[in-house]
């Protein structure tokens, strides 16, 4: 699927075009069957400035990706940690997206812990999703840990 470019604000207030994007997006807020009828709603808002996203504000016109589904010892920040057990983790493929590290530096800087994140726009089409899984609460060696269940691939 070929995607077309979108235009985003950076953090020094020029506009920057997207790349094509391929990641890993959790979430706690949807329905599997929803998703997999309707895809990722653009349920969000409307600002397009990378910077205002990367530290939360609700009015973004974006969601985040990254690059690891689970499991990386918590040194960054991966989609299951977003979704949080019996949520969601999405992997998403190649949509429009904004390397936030590169866009909005200063205001990766100011997070407490790491994401490694690409933005990207938050509604995303049925055939953008390749498939999802649950995010299990799982103990190895008497450890608890975010793990993933069987993937579903969406059709």
Same mark, same amino acid.
């Given at each position: 699927?070929?995607?077309?470019?979108?235009? +985003?604000l950076a953090?020094?207030?020029l506009?920057v075009? =997207? +790349?094509?994007?391929?990641?890993?997006?959790?979430s @706690?807020k949807?329905?599997?069957?929803a998703?997999? +009828? %309707?895809?990722?709603p653009a @349920?969000?808002? #409307? @600002?397009?400035? &990378?910077?205002?996203? !990367?530290?939360g504000h609700?009015? =973004?016109?974006?969601?985040?990706? !990254?690059?690891l589904?689970?499991? %990386?010892?918590?040194?960054?920040m #991966?989609a299951?940690?977003w979704a949080?057990?019996?949520?969601?983790?999405?992997?998403?493929?190649?949509?429009?997206?904004? @390397?936030t %590290?590169v866009?909005?530096?200063? +205001?990766?800087?100011?997070?407490?812990r790491k994401e490694?994140?690409t933005?990207?726009?938050?509604?995303?089409?049925?055939?953008?999703i390749?498939? &999802?899984?649950? !995010?299990q609460?799982?103990?190895?060696g008497?450890?608890?840990?975010?793990?993933?269940? =069987?993937?579903?691939? !969406?059709?």
């Amino acid at each position: 699927m070929a995607t077309q470019t979108q235009l +985003a604000l950076a953090e020094s207030g020029l506009q920057v075009a =997207s +790349a094509p994007a391929y990641g890993f997006h959790g979430s @706690d807020k949807y329905q599997q069957a929803a998703v997999i +009828a %309707n895809g990722l709603p653009a @349920d969000g808002g #409307t @600002d397009l400035r &990378l910077a205002e996203h !990367v530290v939360g504000h609700a009015a =973004s016109a974006f969601r985040g990706t !990254v690059g690891l589904p689970a499991g %990386n010892g918590n040194l960054l920040m #991966t989609a299951a940690n977003w979704a949080g057990a019996g949520g969601l983790v999405f992997e998403i493929g190649w949509v429009s997206g904004w @390397d936030t %590290n590169v866009h909005a530096a200063r +205001a990766v800087s100011t997070l407490n812990r790491k994401e490694a994140e690409t933005a990207i726009l938050r509604g995303v089409e049925v055939q953008a999703i390749k498939r &999802l899984t649950t !995010v299990q609460l799982k103990t190895r060696g008497g450890t608890q840990y975010l793990g993933l269940g =069987s993937w579903i691939t !969406v059709p």
